[in-house]
């Protein structure tokens, strides 16, 4: 009874690489949310997806940074050219189809990105 | 837009003892969810309780009960009898009906005194 995986769990990149940070939801759920955090301050809402759909982008930077979540696979949060200030961790979250929905949203580990 | 507001950015209790923390909200929506969640040093997050807030009856799970004022929109968590595991950050957060994001506010960070 797997709950929700992010892997890297670390990450550290070279100012102007890429992250790419991957996400698999709890079984039969097919809504994710990423989730930024930094340092000493509260989760802040990047983007809302369904398998092939993104649902809510609204939270996401419009530069650098980019959402996926196929038909097959993970869920992946990729940011280009990384910059020192994009050193947070970030949290995935899923829950089920609204039917079955108990308001909950199930987070993982989160993935630390330290850019040097 | 919905905004969560924890007006505490630090609480500390003695061992045994109770605490509450704070917790506000804004919303035009009549059917949501509320919850507090935990953040350990780990950075797990737990969810520790939640609230329908079509439920008058406050939530309550063992140590931990809320004070839901629905018109004031306020959602305060009280911890009995606090234990040095209770020590973390503490997120309250609400969400609307359906499948839409969670939005939380910015912490308290509660520390426990032995």
């Known amino acids: 009874n797997a709950g929700v995986m992010q892997n890297p769990r670390h990450l550290v990149r070279r100012r102007g690489q890429e992250a790419r940070l991957r996400c698999s939801p709890m079984?039969?759920?097919?809504?994710v949310y990423w989730y930024r955090q930094l340092p000493e301050e509260g989760l802040k809402f990047m983007v809302y997806?369904?398998?092939?759909?993104?649902?809510?982008e609204s939270g996401m930077p419009k530069e650098r940074f980019s959402a996926e979540f196929p038909k097959e696979g993970p869920s992946i949060l990729r940011i280009q050219q990384v910059v020192r200030g994009d050193s947070a961790a970030y949290f995935c979250?899923?829950?089920?189809?609204?039917?079955?929905?108990?308001?909950?949203?199930?987070f993982g580990e989160g993935s630390r990105l330290t850019v040097l | 837009a919905q905004t969560v507001t924890q007006s505490q950015p630090e609480m500390s209790v003695q061992e045994a003892e109770t605490v509450t923390l704070s917790c506000t909200y804004d919303?035009?929506?009549?059917?949501?969810?509320l919850f507090w969640y935990k953040q350990p040093p780990s950075r797990q997050m737990i969810l520790v309780i939640r609230?329908?807030?079509?439920?008058?009856q406050n939530a309550t799970e063992n140590r931990f009960s809320v004070n839901f004022q629905k018109a004031a929109k306020s959602f305060s968590l009280k911890i009995s009898d606090s234990q040095l595991g209770d020590a973390a950050m503490y997120f309250c957060?609400?969400?609307?009906?359906?499948?839409?994001?969670?939005?939380f506010g910015k912490g308290t960070r509660l520390s426990v005194i032995a």
């Open positions: 957060a609400y969400r609307r009906s359906g499948n839409t994001p969670l939005v």
């Open positions: 609230q329908e807030a079509y439920k008058q």
């Open positions: 919303t035009s929506e009549s059917d949501y969810y």
């Open positions: 997806l369904q398998k092939e759909n993104i649902i809510d």
């Open positions: 079984k039969g759920h097919s809504h």
């Open positions: 979250a899923s829950s089920p189809r609204d039917r079955r929905s108990t308001g909950e949203l199930f």
